[in-house]
Structures are given as structure tokens and as C-alpha cells.
């Protein structure tokens, strides 16, 4: 029999948004980070990060989405890991362990997951799956963020980046 980890997801954007999510101990974070994403209707073509956290919710390891090919480099736990090298069980060592779930690496927008509860899994049952669902999830993108085309300002900036490319009478000095 496999064990379970029972995991509420809150968010400092919407405060009536609550997620309890049953998912099996050995799902890697990728997955986790996918499931996530798609539970709450996010796109996937975004960036994001994963952090282990203290009590009071510093960010300690870093989990990527994408492979940052860091491998080597820098010292131990400074060096952010693929989430699809390492499962929920690896990082998940004591009741109430928590996690920071960067959706929005630009503008810093996350969610805040706590482990509550550790069990086996139940004969007939479906994992990974939603147990408690209340309140609207933030959205991916803030109103501010996009332009009336629909655009993000980190579009227009690369825009306006892109005018400088090959300007030989621009001095990048």
C-alpha cells in the first residue's frame, strides 16, 4: 500500500481560495507542479519554481520547471534542482513540512502548501485528486499585467529591447 500526502493550498491574492489535494508520496514535482497548474485552469507554458520552507515560510531549496544546467556548479542546496528529478517524498520530512509554489517567477506570485496530513492510500481511490475546493484561484496573469492586446509588459519591454538590437548608433557601453 502506498502512502499519501495531504496537502492545503492558500493563496495571499484571494482569500477565500482553498485547495486540499490527495497526491501519492512518490509523485515527482513535476508532476505535482503540472497537476497544480492545471487544477487551478493555468496554462502550462509558464515558468515556475517550487521552494521547501521553513515555519515561517522563508524560502530554503529550489525546485525549477525548467533544467537550469547548474549540475556541479555551486554548493549543495544553492544549486536549483529539476522537479522532475525529485519526488514529494524526498523533500517532504516532517508533518507539516511546507512548500512555496512560484507559478509567476516575474512578479513573485505564489502559493503557500502545507502538508497535513500523511496516510495510506484508500482501496478504489483515484490519486492525485482535489478533496476540498473553495474560492476562485488568482489570476495567472494580473489585469495590470496585459496590455488591451492582450500582451504582457514583459512583451512590450522585449519589444522595445528588440529596437536596440543592431542599432549601431545605440553605444551599450
Not at 515561517?56 to 556548479?73: H, I, N
Not at 512555496?100 to 485528486?129: C, H, M, S, W
Not at 474560492?135 to 496573469?141: R, S, V
Amino acid at each position: 500500500m502506498s502512502m499519501i500526502f495531504k496537502f492545503r493550498m492558500l493563496s495571499d491574492e484571494a482569500e477565500d481560495f482553498v485547495r486540499d489535494y490527495e497526491v501519492p508520496y512518490d509523485m515527482n514535482l513535476a508532476d505535482f507542479h503540472t497537476y497544480l497548474r492545471e487544477s487551478v485552469g493555468y496554462s502550462p507554458a509558464e515558468m515556475a519554481s517550487i521552494f521547501t520552507s521553513d515555519a515561517e515560510w522563508e524560502k530554503l531549496r529550489e525546485f525549477t520547471s525548467e533544467d537550469m544546467g547548474l549540475d556541479g556548479e555551486g554548493s549543495g542546496s544553492d544549486v536549483p534542482l529539476p522537479m522532475e528529478r525529485v519526488s514529494l517524498g524526498q523533500i517532504m520530512h516532517e508533518k507539516f513540512g511546507r512548500l512555496i509554489y512560484v507559478f509567476d517567477i516575474f512578479n513573485e506570485r505564489q502559493f503557500f502548501i502545507e502538508l497535513i496530513e500523511t496516510k495510506f492510500a484508500e482501496d478504489g481511490v483515484e490519486y492525485p485528486r482535489i478533496v476540498t475546493e473553495e474560492g476562485e484561484p488568482p489570476l495567472q496573469c494580473r489585469a495590470a499585467e496585459r496590455e488591451p492586446d492582450g500582451r504582457s509588459m514583459f512583451d512590450e519591454a522585449m519589444d522595445e529591447f528588440g529596437d536596440f538590437q543592431g542599432d549601431d548608433n545605440y553605444d551599450d557601453e
